[in-house]
């Protein structure tokens, strides 16, 4: 699977939104990413919500990697292209 830069973006933004409904119903207040699962554990009586709140925090994980990953390759080809030694007439 194949997937843009853009709906990389886009699929961060939407987990990001659903983490931070049961960071607020949970009152999450981590003081370090460190703390996060530890912090969820105590708090997040609901064992289905926990579980999601997981899920998101890998799959945000995954794509944050995978957009930054795009986003050097564009940088890379952008200064390639921009950089005059590299046009061999």
Sequence with gaps: ????FAQAQ?????????????IRQYGLDAE???DVIAVARRKIDNQQDYVRFLELSLEGRIYGEYADALQKQMDRQASETDDPSNNIH
Excluded: D, R
């Design 1 to 4: 699977m194949n997937i843009s």
């Design 10 to 22: 886009q699929k961060l933004e939407e987990i990001t939104a659903e983490m931070l409904v049961l």
């Design 32 to 34: 370090s990413p460190f």
